[in-house]
């Protein structure tokens, strides 16, 4: 009785809470928009020339050994016999850092982290000069066209001496609004299906770890690449329509 009261008259279902990124203020939802906005505008003018314009950077961990998931390590039994068991396993603490250089048409560069390094002002600017060169190989148009980069907000990403190295090579660098990890397609689209690719693997040295990412960037389709920036253009969209809210996929 009480469950039809629930459910067929009053209509409540249970369901579980989204996580977030952060609780935005209406000052971090107003920059979302304005950002969000400038960018379909400019999108909406000059169309897929835009997108082929633009290089998206992340870092990115990736972990000698991620565990599988549960879904993941599902195996067929038959119907009489014990359900197979596996042992828990955590995330190893040896792990590389990564920094993804790409755009619509594929990866341009990746840097690996030193080890006991870390990603500082002196060494992303360093990282900057040498995609630079791997763009005058790779994509020798778009350094006429003019280069559109998207970054997010991280220090050594926004320091004086980074600035300037920009304006040197004379990227433009488009408005990415703090804590909108749901507006960054390295985040949306790339991270994910790359550490689910990894998952389950044993990889002994850091350079194992190395040739599994350069690999799997090498024998992804170029189609995926681009998908990730047509659905960059419809999270600008869905940003604007939700008032700045976070964006479901």
């Not at 609780?23 to 971090?28: K, P, R, T, V």
């Not at 005058?136 to 006429?144: A, D, E, V």
């Not at 703090?178 to 985040?187: I, K, M, N, R, V």
């Amino acid at each position: 009785m009480v469950n039809t009261i629930i459910h067929e008259h009053l209509h409540f279902r249970k369901v579980s809470a989204r996580w977030v990124p952060r609780q935005l203020s209406a000052f971090d939802r107003h920059r979302r928009v304005e950002g969000c906005t400038e960018l379909k505008e400019r999108f909406d003018r000059e169309g897929q020339d835009f997108l082929d314009r633009i290089i998206k950077c992340d870092e990115t961990c990736v972990h000698h050994f991620t565990p599988e998931s549960k879904r993941a390590s599902t195996q067929w039994k038959l119907a009489d016999s014990p359900p197979p068991k596996k042992f828990q396993a955590i995330v190893s603490a040896g792990k590389v850092m990564a920094s993804v250089f790409w755009d619509k048409h594929g990866i341009i560069h990746v840097d690996f982290l030193p080890r006991g390094a870390t990603i500082n002002t002196e060494y992303y600017c360093r990282v900057l000069s040498d995609v630079h060169m791997h763009l005058q190989k790779k994509r020798p148009g778009l350094i006429t066209k003019g280069v559109l980069f998207l970054q997010d907000n991280a220090r050594a990403h926004t320091a004086h001496h980074t600035t300037c190295t920009l304006q040197q090579l004379s990227w433009e660098v488009l408005p990415h609004p703090p804590y909108s990890l749901d507006l960054a397609p390295s985040d949306f689209h790339l991270s994910g299906p790359l550490k689910e690719f990894l998952r389950g693997q044993h990889f002994s040295t850091d350079d194992e770890v190395k040739q599994a990412v350069l690999g799997w960037f090498s024998h992804t389709d170029k189609s995926f690449y681009a998908e990730a920036f047509q659905a960059l253009v419809k999270h600008w969209d869905k940003c604007i329509n939700v008032a700045g809210e976070y964006v479901e996929k």
